[in-house]
């Protein structure tokens, strides 16, 4: 392996030490139709999404779209008692979170708690686009919530 590949390994690995959240994995839009919203940002974006899923114990339906490196989760609930439906019907379609990719979930939520920050649900929980997510309440993070993310492995 060359030299600087190696110094960049070693970087990356302490980088990642330090800063535990160490990129948006992606931004969450409150959607009231999922078509009508996938057409706009087909249009926006230049192509269509990669993905549709639903997270039923959520009570959403989700898509996602790839813009450079970075990703669009659109959200439309699918029944009236979905935290999605509750969002649009208190402040309307927009962005309802920002995603941050983890390593280690269960870490960064005892490092978050010991920081003072509210985590709504310790326990990760099962989530779109095959992550384990979890939320910081937006009372502890300046009105923003906020999910982190964990790529499932076969050992999650």
């Not at 800063?19 to 078509?35: F, R, S, T, W």
């Not at 959200?75 to 935290?83: C, F, G, V, Y």
Request: aromatic share 10%.
């Amino acid at each position: 392996m060359p030299y600087t590949l190696v110094f960049y390994e070693a970087f990356k690995k302490s980088f990642l030490y330090f800063y535990p959240m160490n990129k948006i994995e992606h931004i969450g839009i409150a959607v009231k139709d999922l078509e009508k919203s996938n057409a706009l940002f087909a249009a926006l974006f230049g192509e269509s999404h990669y993905k549709i899923e639903e997270v039923a114990s959520e009570g959403v339906k989700t898509s996602f779209f790839k813009s450079g490196p970075n990703k669009i989760e659109l959200l439309e609930a699918t029944n009236p008692d979905s935290p999605i439906s509750k969002f649009i019907e208190k402040k309307g379609e927009g962005i309802h979170h920002i995603a941050f990719a983890v390593d280690n979930i269960k870490e960064e939520i005892k490092r978050l708690k010991s920081e003072g920050f509210t985590i709504l649900n310790e326990t990760p929980k099962k989530g779109a686009d095959n992550k384990l997510v979890a939320f910081l309440h937006p009372k502890s993070t300046n009105g923003v919530l906020i999910e982190l993310c964990q790529e499932i492995s076969g050992n999650d």
